[in-house]
């Protein structure tokens, strides 16, 4: 009788420490069962931020305990910043909710737009599924082998640039406040198709688009592979694996010993990119919860289903986890006034 009570005891007791193993999945997996998790995206569908959430949203739920349905609504307007205030003001920190809006927003909070009713730094971070960095690029039969070039050059190269608002007008703008610089920018364009048709033309010789498209979208890939184009510096503060030869300004501005404060400027300026095509969810969530989600997004990044058909997409993911876009959310947001001044003559505000 005796040992079969101390069995039963060892039973018990062995199954308590199985519980207390992992109590936060089961725990997790009993709130998310049957759920379903709202993905508000801040753009009209068919744009690239519409689809590369539906994309995500279609493997995130198999990564949840769980398994809840992850639906996608989109909420477009003011640039993501409606959408971004429902999420911040309205909706519940439980988990259920969660967004994917511009990363440059927080320039509009910046600025001190009146649209504005959330806090950047306090947004709970997720995950993002790629940097967006910007890379410029120039016929390769033009006269300038590098920025030293363009910058001892008596006529200033011209450069494409859909508007000033855009990151193709403010990078070069960036380059020429941190290194010394001139550009002549030409605006007005109509998109991407438009500037590289002047490329080809002669009508303008550089511009600045994002790495991912330069990698792997026509005619920038042909243009590589000819020796058309080449790549003179890119955005990102690490080289993109695609382009591990071509340095970035943060490279370039540490050799050419640029001032903290204009170090600071640009940083600010570009911290966008980095962000890349952030998830989010409504502040104060708890951090078992947000742990969780975050969890889930990287594992979602590493699905192979997912990145085979990223692969066939010619998407590339350059995850980055939600606690390092939480660290860089909160290093953006809290500029000088300097900053902020400097950052509303580049912009025209």
Not at 128 to 147: G, K
Not at 278 to 283: G, L, Y
């Amino acid at each position: 009788m005796k040992s079969a009570t101390a069995n039963l005891r060892w039973i018990v007791a062995l199954a308590l420490l199985a519980g207390f193993s992992n109590p936060v999945h089961s725990t997790e997996e009993d709130f998310f069962k049957g759920a379903t998790v709202r993905l508000i995206i801040g753009t009209s569908s068919g744009g690239a931020q519409d689809l590369w959430g539906r994309f995500v949203a279609r493997y995130l739920g198999r990564q949840i305990p769980g398994n809840p349905e992850v639906v996608v609504q989109n909420m477009p307007g003011a640039g993501t910043v409606i959408a971004a205030n429902h999420i911040y003001n309205l909706a519940k920190p439980d988990g259920l909710t969660l967004g994917l809006v511009n990363p440059a927003i927080y320039i509009d909070q910046l600025l001190n737009a009146k649209e504005v009713k959330f806090d950047w730094a306090r947004f709970s971070w997720v995950g993002s599924p790629e940097r967006i960095d910007q890379v410029l690029f120039m016929r390769a039969d033009a006269p300038f082998q590098a920025l030293e070039d363009i910058r001892k050059a008596a006529e200033p190269p011209r450069c494409a640039a859909t508007g000033r608002s855009t990151a193709g007008y403010y990078f070069p703008r960036l380059l020429e406040e941190a290194l010394g610089t001139k550009f002549q920018m030409v605006v007005g364009y109509g998109g991407g198709g438009d500037m590289d048709l002047a490329i080809e033309k002669n009508e303008v010789i550089c511009r600045a688009g994002t790495v991912s498209a330069f990698v792997s979208r026509e005619p920038t890939v042909s243009w590589l592979k000819s020796g058309f184009v080449r790549p003179l510096v890119q955005s990102g503060t690490e080289r993109f694996s695609r382009l591990s030869t071509v340095p970035t300004i943060y490279e370039l501005m540490d050799a050419e010993k640029t001032p903290d404060s204009t170090k600071r400027f640009v940083r600010a300026m570009l911290a966008s990119g980095d962000l890349g095509r952030p998830f989010i969810a409504p502040p104060e969530m708890a951090s078992g919860r947000l742990k969780v989600l975050r969890d889930a997004f990287m594992r979602t990044m590493r699905d192979p289903e997912l990145l085979d058909e990223a692969k066939k997409r010619k998407w590339d993911i350059n995850a980055l986890s939600g606690d390092k876009l939480e660290t860089l959310a909160k290093e953006v947001i809290t500029q000088p006034p300097e900053v902020i001044g400097r950052m509303k003559k580049l912009l025209g505000k």
